[in-house]
């Protein structure tokens, strides 16, 4: 049972945003540590008991979705490190209110799970992908897995799901140099790649202005390989956060610039941590707990009131406010991080 019959429509925001999608981290585990989200040696976990089941991660779903949020992203931590994944995303997929299922992942366990996430009902598929060297993957993401995501890349385009994307985060004196290689062999496979600003988030404590390579750099740098770049009037943007651009052989690609040019203005998602406490904003700094709602007896109805009292009073802003500050730096310091896990982005949920 939905909180609200589907024809009601969406709450929309102080600034006018409605509620479209949501974001739900179903662990905060992580098997990398990218130096840009999970740098340190040793993190504070979310509690094991304070992790919503699936029953759960199910219920608010379908309560969000009810209320507008029809579409839903999987993600983490590694989502594919939750246990039996498979049967959440089959609970979700039997969710009529819900039209847009996917999955952000870092392809390592792709290859083995694919499969039965595709007959589960996954719709989507984002993988990220920030080198193709091996090398440089085992120094900055701290893994020896590299050809387990390549597979898992080729595996998802095999498994026919609705769209395969990469997701490639861009920093300077790391990757600068792998845009057009990424680019290449995002085309050879025809899926769409999605080159994404450094951002200054949760874990990335050694964030620096300089080690960004902004949209406008990405562009020069793809345009001196294949000449004009225009960008897809046809493709639209509405609520993505990509910017997508077209090359002259037709072939596309996106820009996700976060850091330099928010879209905080179309933005109508949020995020849901493992352990049930709704960010409305990824910059911001507190959340409302859904779990002790959800564990208490509340109705779908109360708890679906609560969901829209609260996105009807919110005004965040959250990149476009870090874009005025004069001596930018990262979010937080790992103390800042360690007084609450759920800052990380690998709680909250990229
Ligand atoms: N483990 C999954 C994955 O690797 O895609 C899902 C979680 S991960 C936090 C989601 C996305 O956030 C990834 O594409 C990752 O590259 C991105 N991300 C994490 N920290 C970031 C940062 N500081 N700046 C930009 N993107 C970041």
Not at 224 to 243: I, K, L, W
């Amino acid at each position: 049972m939905t909180a609200a019959p589907a024809d009601r429509p969406a709450p929309t925001d102080l600034l006018g945003r409605p509620l479209g999608s949501l974001r739900l981290s179903v662990t905060d585990r992580c098997n990398m540590r990218c130096g840009y989200c999970m740098p340190n040696e040793d993190y504070t976990w979310l509690p094991r008991a304070s992790l919503l089941s699936f029953e759960e991660l199910d219920r608010v779903a379908g309560i969000f979705a009810g209320l507008g949020a029809s579409k839903v992203r999987l993600t983490g931590g590694e989502p594919l490190l939750r246990h039996g994944l498979a049967a959440l995303v089959g609970m979700l997929a039997r969710r009529l209110e819900i039209d847009d299922l996917a999955l952000t992942t870092n392809g390592i366990l792709l290859a083995e799970q694919g499969p039965e996430l595709a007959s589960a009902g996954l719709g989507r598929v984002t993988i990220s992908l920030d080198t193709l060297s091996a090398e440089r993957f085992a120094a900055f993401a701290r893994s020896t897995r590299h050809a387990d995501v390549l597979a898992g890349i080729d595996a998802a385009i095999r498994l026919g799901f609705h769209s395969v994307k990469l997701n490639s985060v861009i920093i300077r004196g790391f990757n600068e140099d792998e845009i057009v290689p990424l680019l290449e062999f995002a085309r050879e496979r025809r899926i769409e790649i999605r080159f994404i600003e450094y951002m200054d988030v949760g874990g990335a404590t050694r964030w620096r202005f300089d080690d960004v390579v902004s949209r406008e750099q990405i562009l020069t740098i793809v345009g001196e390989r294949y000449g004009p770049v225009t960008p897809d009037q046809e493709a639209g943007r509405g609520a993505a956060p990509a910017e997508r651009f077209r090359l002259r052989d037709g072939s596309r690609f996106g820009v996700i610039a976060s850091t330099t040019a928010p879209f905080c203005g179309n933005c109508d998602r949020s995020r849901i941590t493992a352990d049930g406490t709704w960010y409305l904003c990824l910059y911001s700094d507190r959340g409302i707990d859904l779990r002790t709602p959800l564990r208490s007896g509340a109705t779908d109805e109360e708890i679906g009131a609560l969901i829209r009292r609260t996105w009807r009073a919110r005004f965040d802003r959250g990149a476009e406010e870090r874009l005025t500050l004069i001596d930018r730096a990262a979010l937080y310091a790992v103390e800042g991080l360690r007084a609450d896990p759920r800052r990380e982005m690998h709680t909250r949920g990229g």
